[in-house]
């Protein structure tokens, strides 16, 4: 059963097939023109710079049943895939750089397929060009060969380079690299080369030369931009020697000799000429023009000189004989000549060794006395040296050399011929030093050359050096560091300091100076160089604790050299702990501390590090102290009034302590002060400016800034209401004449005075309390080593008596007098280190009790 309806299925599927495909066209691809991005790619053109990956094209086609079509794209076999296709959407993407020079065009097989009929056409892409290609150079290397009497302006060479690209991009144009030298331009069109107008060639002066040629297209667009490239090459030319320069002989002056043993033939010297055009040089003939007396021969070719007869036989000691070169073309004529001199001598044979001379005969020692470092180059004329060889010709030919410290002096003439004065002459004038030895010592050698024997003489040269000013004193550290105590006593020593002068003499003595910053607390040995503080200089270092300053090291003649000295001073503990009182009164609220603040002037820890604790209490064991911050608090189990008052009996609840402040110096140094604490509890304040001012109990400034404030906008609103109510007035005529009514005083009035009370603030609650200006009798301190106070001006003199008559009226005139008190610098550097320290008073309390303070010293005025 299952098998007759699967027959009956496929019968089914076949019918159906056979029955669409009667009806079934083939897809086609849409031909929108080579211009178009999208069709079937027919003569579509891309630039060959377009990037890889970027979508160039758009495959469009459709199918006449309206059935979903793919697409396709392919290569021949065995060329490059330069596009890739999506099936479904028909971009054509670049996967290959493109390059019109290697391939201009490219054959592509695209197809269309609906999945039943497939459409497949061949097309054809075009590469378009882009300006990508550079210059290239034809026939490289470029060697060029011409002679140096090349006309100027005369054409030598045609430079061609080729470029692939097309239109403005292929054509090429030339120019030479700007050099201020050359002797070559280039046409810029044709790449003809030719020697510059007014310019001539010399092998002898240059022989090659090397010009640069750049190669440029007419520019073109690559990439979007518009670039043009260039190319270089170098030309090598090489310039033919040409026969304009006469021969020349090498070497001259030439001298030969004869000696007692020569025989005829004997060569006596060979002369050498050589053409002045080396690039190509003609033959040379040599031959005497005079002198020769037909004792003498020469070869043509080769220059030598020959004896032709016995050396007995010769008359003269001496000839100067005239020798011709002569330059000759190729047949034989003389295009040019040259003459030189040869000078021949009749020597002996070799039987006297050199022998040194002084001013009265031979002598082998030779002194002489002078001032060290003489300046190089410079003569020792003080030598007087002749040296002689009586042998005659090559036998009278020796070397002189000195033998001794290297390079220091050399002599001239270093070969001698018979004789010769002997010049030294200073060659380093570092090695003749006085202070590297007083005495130099040479050897003066003068050995034969050229003979069997060899003979050879020696003389001693001593020279003997007088010392000069050369030399500046020398530090022998660049910077000196010392420590020094303070309260050092006057005269104390500080650091030695050294320079070293290796003169002699006074020049070798050294002076000590120092100045600068901070010098004039301190002194130093002329001689010696040793750092003291002066006498009457006491080092603090609580005042100063760094010095630094120079050091001058000076020689007779005033050349000196400087070093740097710094100096610390060491802090001692010579400053024990102050309290700004020797009794506190403070207000303490129950939860919060308060705060006691000693201070100590040393300069450094732990001898300013101070401990604080508790020596006695009344009553006992109901405070607690912080060791590091002064802060005193109340035992943990006191948290209210009653338990205060069960503690004491006293109904004020006013406590005492006495507090010590210790540093930890060494010694350690200690005082103790005694506070008073009136204990009272935290009174609950409502508003806003309740709370205001119970944020800010602890810091007064901040509650007189803002009633500073207030006042301020009360003050401008009063200003602003004024003003407004005049201008109204104004325009309203309502301005009503004002009275004053003056009330006289009465005759016999006593004068009024009113004195400020005066306020001092010991700490921070005690801004709020007042001392009458007479006198504070808690000035006391427990330093041991107690300062001056500071200056106080002089007070006024007394009024001059009064002279008024009876009769007049009396003036009344008021005065406010003040005082401040003095607590010493130390208590108004603490004054100053404490200001801005939190209060522990309420407010509310504080003010009540400065009101009923200021009454009461008013009483006194009334």
């Known amino acids: ?50 990037p890889v990956g970027m979508q160039i094209y758009i495959l469009n086609g459709t199918d006449p049943e309206g059935d979903p079509v793919r697409y396709g794209l392919t290569f021949e076999k065995g060329a490059k895939e330069y ?87 292929g054509s090429v144009s030339y120019y030479l690299q700007t050099s201020p030298f050359t002797k070559f331009t280039i046409d810029g069109h044709s790449g003809i080369l030719r020697v510059k107008p007014g310019e001539t060639l010399d092998y002898e002066t240059t022989p090659t030369h090397f010009v640069t040629v750049v190669a440029k297209d007419g520019g073109g667009k690559y990439k979007g931009k518009h670039q043009v490239l260039t190319s270089t090459a170098t030309i090598t030319i090489n310039v033919i020697d040409a026969q304009d320069m006469p021969p020349c002989f090498v070497g001259t002056p030439y001298f030969g000799y004869i000696y007692e043993v020569s025989v005829p033939g004997s060569e006596i010297f060979t002369v050498y000429a050589k053409d002045g055009d080396q690039g190509n040089p003609n033959p040379i003939h040599y031959s005497f023009v005079n002198g020769s007396d037909g004792v003498f021969d020469i070869n ?44 021949v001598r009749v020597v002996d044979l070799n039987n006297h060794p050199p022998t040194f001379y002084g001013e009265n005969g031979p002598q082998t020692m030779f002194e002489v006395t002078m001032y060290e470092h003489p300046p190089a180059g410079e003569i020792l004329r003080g030598f007087k040296i002749t040296v002689n060889d009586s042998d005659q010709g090559a036998n009278a030919k020796f070397k002189l050399r000195l033998v001794g410290p290297s390079r220091v002096l050399r002599v001239v003439p270093q070969t001698v011929l018979n004789e010769a004065q002997v010049t030294i002459i200073v060659e380093d004038t570092s090695g003749i030093d006085y202070e590297k030895g007083a005495t130099l010592t040479f050897k003066l050698l003068a050995v034969e050359i ?3 024997e060899r003979f050879s003489a020696t003389a001693d040269i001593l020279i003997n050096l007088l010392d000069t000013n050369d030399n500046i004193p020398k530090f022998t550290s660049e910077y000196y560091i010392a420590r020094v105590p303070e309260n050092s006593s006057g005269g104390s020593s500080v650091v030695s300091v050294t320079a070293n002068d290796p003169d002699s003499g006074p020049w070798g003595e050294v002076k000590y100076t120092i100045y600068g910053s901070g010098s004039d607390l301190f002194a130093i040995n002329l001689s010696s160089g040793l750092i003291t503080t002066q006498p009457w200089t006491s080092l603090d270092a609580e005042f100063r604790s760094k010095y630094n300053f120079y050091v001058k090291a000076e020689d007779s003649e005033g050349k000196y050299s400087l070093a740097e000295v710094f100096i610390t001073v060491l802090d001692m503990n010579d400053h024990s702990p102050e309290f700004d009182d020797k009794l506190m009164e403070k207000t303490m609220i129950i939860g919060t501390p308060v705060k006691i603040e000693a201070v100590d002037e040393d300069a450094e820890s732990p ?14 064991n109901a405070f607690d102290i912080n060791a590091n911050t002064g802060e005193i608090q109340l035992k943990p189990y006191i948290k209210s009034m009653e338990i205060v008052q069960n503690i004491t009996r006293l109904k004020d609840c006013k406590w005492s302590l006495v507090i010590q402040a210790r540093d930890r110096g060494s010694p350690s140094f200690s005082t103790t002060t005694v506070v008073n604490i009136d204990i009272t509890e935290a009174t609950p304040l409502k508003g806003h400016m309740a709370a205001f001012l119970m944020k800010s109990r602890d810091n007064p400034l901040k509650a ?53 009370p005066v306020i001092t603030f010991v700490s ?75 209060s522990s008073a309420l407010v509310s309390e504080l003010k009540m009790r400065l009101e009923q303070k200021i009454h009461e010293n008013n009483q006194g005025y009334y």
């Not at 089914?12 to 178009?36: C, E, I, K, M, W």
């Not at 493109?98 to 197809?111: G, K």
């Not at 003389?334 to 030189?340: A, C, G, K, N």
């Open 83 to 169: 596009f890739r296709v999506d099936p479904k959407l028909g971009n054509v993407t670049l996967i290959q750089e493109l390059d019109r020079e290697e391939q201009d065009e490219i054959s592509v097989l695209v197809s269309i397929t609906d999945g039943r009929n497939k459409v497949v056409e061949t097309v054809r892409v075009f590469v378009m060009d882009t300006n990508d290609e550079t210059p290239e150079f034809q026939n490289l290397p470029f060697i060029i060969d011409i002679p140096e009497d090349t006309a100027p302006g005369s054409s030598i060479y045609r430079v061609q380079a080729v470029d692939k690209d097309m239109g403005s991009g």
């Open 1 to 50: 059963m299952k098998k007759e309806k699967k027959t009956h299925a496929l019968l089914f599927l076949l019918l159906l097939r056979v029955t669409l495909g009667q009806s079934d066209y083939a897809p086609y691809f849409y031909d929108n023109g080579p211009s178009s991005t999208n069709g079937n790619m027919a003569l579509f053109s891309v630039s060959e710079d377009t």
């Open 704 to 756: 007189l800034g803002m009633v500073t404030v207030i006042i301020t906008v009360m003050v401008g609103v009063t200003v602003i209401i004024s003003t407004a109510m005049y201008m109204r007035n104004s325009k309203s005529n309502r301005i009503m004449p004002a009275r004053r009514i003056i009330k006289r005083r009465p005759m016999n009035q006593e004068p009024w005075t009113f004195k400020m």
């Open 764 to 838: 921070p609650a005690d801004k709020f309390l007042t001392r009458d200006p007479e006198g504070d009798p808690q000035q006391g301190t427990s330093s041991p080593r107690s300062k001056p106070p500071p200056p106080v001006a002089p007070c006024l003199p007394p009024p001059p008596p009064s002279n008024t008559r009876s009769s007049e009226r009396p003036r009344a005139v008021p005065t406010i007098s003040g005082a401040l008190a003095s607590k010493g610098s130390k208590k108004a550097k603490s004054s100053r280190r404490k200001e801005g320290n939190i």
């Open 607 to 620: 001898n300013n590090v101070i401990e604080y604790s508790i020596m006695t209490a009344d009553p006992d």
């Open 300 to 343: 043509s070719t080769s220059g030598c000189i020959t004896l032709t007869t016995h050396p007995s036989l010769l008359k003269n000691e001496l000839y100067e004989i005239k020798v011709q070169a002569s330059e000759l073309g190729p047949n034989n004529q003389l295009l040019d000549y040259d003459v030189t001199t040869v000078t």
């Open 450 to 452: 050229d003979t069997p």
